[in-house]
């Protein structure tokens, strides 16, 4: 079955950067899967970030992130990384990488089939 590994967060002040990662376990490409970026407030609903469909040639981003988040994927280290710049007390909460063993078009939550436990970003001075 397929695993996802979340690594990168941390605690940053605003107008910082961090860099998370996913992993997925051996024997399985990202490119097979749809791959999401998901976040979680304190007190709020999960959200999606980020998703990368189409076997990682369409990217996309949640409104509030555009311009500051960026997504990169390395083929041999099997693993997806939302690179976070320019980060606001809003950013704040846990990330999740996630992937639907289906290739669709969109990184709807409830049709999700995997998630990592997430990272905790916390943005604060």
């Known amino acids: 079955q397929l695993q996802l590994v979340e690594s990168g967060g941390g605690l940053v002040q605003p107008g910082g950067s961090l860099n998370l990662s996913c992993v997925l376990s051996?024997?399985?490409?990202?490119?097979?899967?749809?791959m999401g970026w998901f976040r979680q407030a304190p007190g709020k609903e999960r959200e999606e970030v980020s998703c990368i469909t189409d076997s990682g040639r369409r990217i996309s981003f949640k409104d509030s992130v555009k311009g500051r988040f960026t997504v990169s994927k390395d083929v041999v280290k099997n693993t997806i990384y939302l690179q976070m710049n320019s980060l606001k007390a809003e950013d704040t909460g846990v990330y999740y990488c996630?992937?639907?063993?289906?290739?669709?078009?969109?990184?709807?939550?409830?049709?999700?089939?995997?998630w990592g436990k997430g990272t905790l970003v916390t943005v604060s001075s």
């Open positions: 051996n024997g399985f490409h990202w490119s097979s899967y749809t």
């Open positions: 996630s992937a639907n063993r289906l290739i669709v078009a969109d990184c709807e939550s409830s049709a999700m089939n995997y």
